[in-house]
T-cell receptor
Framework: DAKTTQPPSMDCAEGRAANLPCNHS???????VYWYRQIHSQGPQYIIH???NNETNEMASLIITEDRKSSTLILPHATLRDTAVYYC????????????FGKGTLLTVNP | GAVVSQHPSRVICKSGTSVKIECRSL??????MFWYRQFPKKSLMLMAT?????????EQGVEKDKFLINHASLTLSTLTVTSAHPEDSSFYIC???????????????FGPGTRLTVL
């Protein structure tokens, strides 16, 4: 699976949009981009995934560049409860796919 | 989303004893379950992939005789840490894939984790 690069930490003001970048320059054609987050001492939580097109759900939006070498996770109105480590993961999917977690980005939402 | 539970949530044991951790998918059937380990301030490391009715596939460097995995049903996988030592103290997390839902990808649902402390 392709590797990803994320900034180690970011800060965001409560109520503002949080934009978390991820580089995945070696992504291959059949690999999806997944985003998970982990709040302290809990299991990871799925946020969103995409292949080529931008995606939006009730939690976030995912913007994938046309060349698919990078993506941005957008939390439109960050709250204090969004403080967590956010992981960007690239994987080929399928019923037996593995998720390889990198170091992620620690997002701290400040009041 | 689907719910995955783990039991116990926290366990403290003496060195040399064995500890069993259960992972259950509560409202879906999981052909595949995954076991991860996370040390303090580190990322999750995949230990093994567990398929119902067959032997688990272990990642490189993970001792299969020390970390016994059983996936006897579509809703239950167990991880047994045998002869635990202090260096096995960690946060153990399982995930389950709702593979029956089909599609080109399958979301993994994670359990809340089990904190193991070996004295």
């Amino acid at each position: 699976d392709a590797k990803t690069t994320q900034p180690p930490s970011m800060d965001c003001a409560e109520g503002r949009a949080a934009n978390l970048p991820c580089n995945h320059s070696t992504i291959s054609g059949n690999e999806y981009v997944y985003w998970y987050r982990q709040i302290h001492s809990q299991g990871p939580q799925y946020i969103i995934h995409g292949l080529k097109n931008n995606e939006t759900n009730e939690m976030a939006s995912l913007i994938i560049t046309e060349d698919r070498k990078s993506s941005t996770l957008i939390l439109p109105h960050a709250t204090l409860r969004d403080t967590a480590v956010y992981y960007c993961i690239v994987s080929s999917g399928g019923s037996n796919y593995k998720l390889t977690f990198g170091k992620g980005t620690l997002l701290t939402v400040n009041p | 989303g689907a719910v995955v539970s783990q039991h116990p949530s926290r366990v403290i044991c003496k060195s040399g004893t064995s500890v069993k951790i259960e992972c259950r998918s509560l409202d879906f059937q999981a052909t595949t379950m995954f076991w991860y380990r996370q040390f303090p301030k580190k990322s999750l490391m995949l230990m093994a992939t567990s398929n119902e009715g067959s032997k688990a596939t272990y990642e490189q460097g993970v001792e299969k005789d020390k970390f016994l995995i059983n996936h006897a049903s579509l809703t239950l996988s167990t991880l047994t840490v045998t002869s635990a030592h202090p260096e096995d103290s960690s946060f153990y997390i399982c995930s389950a894939s709702d593979s029956i839902a089909g599609g080109p990808w399958n979301e993994q649902f994670f359990g809340p984790g089990t904190r193991l402390t070996v004295l």
